[in-house]
């Protein structure tokens, strides 16, 4: 087998899948609002109107003109009452003032607020307190947001504040890249299902669980399809079929270097593989390719080779099929105990990573060893970023983590 790259650096892994990513974008669909939490924008937002959209109250009270707050104590006339709601039109002049809730418009004349705890109702007049700066308690118009302003960013994940401010301009809509659908294999003899019993030499299929929680997590609602059994002829058609009908296809196990590992080789001949294998640990076997509509990622079996490539690659795809160009956050850590690494791959290294009490983030490496420890993996919060090259690093070092809990 070649013809494509193999024994690849990892950022040059990342390269691949971020640029065929961006050549197989997925397609935009436009949503009502409430169905685009999570998605990723595909257009730019301007405002189409000023947030707030008019002149109004911050507090409950009384809107007065300051031009009257001559003295320690003012008695005004009251003139009316304006709630949040529609503006009635009423006209402030000159020693009057309006009842006045929080958020409802500023009535015409007035220009500050005095706070309803601080004014005293006599009858039909209102006591206020002369010393009350000018336009306190008053939310201008537009102070947010201008007409015309840009809000929103394409390649923007749409977090809840942001289909919120999309919600306050009115927009009851927006285009979105549609989410890539997800076949998710596993794959090996020796699996069987969690509540079955177990034969000698079998174990039970954790991957499953891991790689649809993942993806779930990513906001996506991957396919869980039937396990796939050590068979060549098998491998092929299930992955043919799912190749057709889904974005994106990830498979576990059966592709590094054993008698039973048919993935690469079916890979191959019913698609195109991009890169075969990359300098990291773990999950050096990784595999990347497309078969007719599908990008393909084989991620090695070992459990913990799946999360460290998933969270540091296959993320990097599902992200670039939806165009998503906002970064992820980069977060960084002090390293509580030092760390040898001897070998010149790229380590995902299990850590627990915490704040301490002088407002740094730490991170405590864990001490397993071995990719098929899933144990540590579930005791740990983050995965640390080893560079490239042999590494000693001295506790105290900054390095890059990876948090997942
Ligand atoms: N001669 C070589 N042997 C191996 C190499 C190599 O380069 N040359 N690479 C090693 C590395 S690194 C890894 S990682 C594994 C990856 O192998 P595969 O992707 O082919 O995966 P399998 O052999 O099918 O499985 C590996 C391991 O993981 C267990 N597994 C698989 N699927 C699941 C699952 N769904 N749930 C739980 N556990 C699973 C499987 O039983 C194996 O123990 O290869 C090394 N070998
Ligand atoms: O690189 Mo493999 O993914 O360690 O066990």
């Not at 050096?284 to 490539?309: E, H, I, K």
């Amino acid at each position: 087998m070649t013809g494509f790259p193999t024994g690849l650096l990892f950022d040059d892994a990342l390269a691949i899948v971020r640029e065929v990513a961006a050549q197989h974008r997925l397609e935009n669909e436009t949503l009502a609002l409430s169905r685009t939490h999570g998605r990723v924008l595909a257009a730019e937002l301007r405002a189409p109107l000023a947030l707030p959209p008019f002149d109004n109250s911050a507090m409950d009270g009384f809107a007065v003109r300051h031009a009257d707050l001559r003295d320690a104590q003012v008695s005004l006339h009251l003139a009316g009452e304006q709630y949040a709601g529609r503006a009635f039109g009423i006209q402030v002049g000159e020693g009057e003032c309006v009842r006045i809730t929080t958020g409802a418009p500023m009535p015409a004349g007035a220009d500050t607020v005095v706070i309803k705890e601080n004014a005293q109702s006599e009858g039909d007049r209102i006591v206020v307190p002369g010393e009350t700066s000018f336009g306190a308690n008053v939310r201008k118009a537009g102070e947010d947001v201008a007409v015309g302003d840009l809000v929103l960013h394409a390649g923007q994940m749409l977090t809840p504040p942001r289909v919120s401010l999309a919600a306050s301009l009115g927009v009851p809509s927006l285009a979105v890249a549609r989410k890539p659908t997800v076949a998710v294999f596993t794959s090996g003899d020796e699996l069987v299902e969690p509540g079955l019993s177990l034969a000698p030499g079998e174990i039970y299929d954790s991957n499953r669980e891991l790689l649809m929680g993942l993806l779930r997590a990513d906001g996506l609602e991957p396919t869980a399809w039937p396990r796939l059994p050590d068979d060549p002829r098998a491998v092929e058609i299930a992955l043919r079929d799912a190749a057709c009908a889904f974005d994106l296809v990830i498979t576990c196990g059966a592709v590094s270097a054993g008698e039973k590992d048919h993935i690469p080789a079916v890979l191959e001949q019913f698609g195109q593989i991009h890169f075969w294998k990359v300098r990291m640990k773990p999950g050096m076997p990784l595999l990347f390719g497309s078969m007719d509509q599908a990008r393909v990622l084989g991620l090695p079996g070992n459990p913990v080779s799946v999360f460290a490539t998933y969270l540091s690659l296959g993320r990097a795809l599902v992200d670039g099929l939806q165009g998503r160009s906002e970064p992820r956050a980069v977060e960084r850590a002090q390293l509580v105990a030092p760390i040898d690494k001897a070998h010149p791959r790229r380590e995902f290294m299990r850590a627990q990573v915490f704040c301490d009490d002088h407002g740094v983030l730490r991170a405590d490496p864990n001490p397993a060893v071995g990719s098929h420890r899933l144990r540590a993996v579930a005791d740990s919060n983050a995965l640390i970023v080893v560079p490239d090259g042999p590494q000693r690093l001295a506790a105290g070092e900054v390095v890059e983590v990876l948090r997942y809990a």
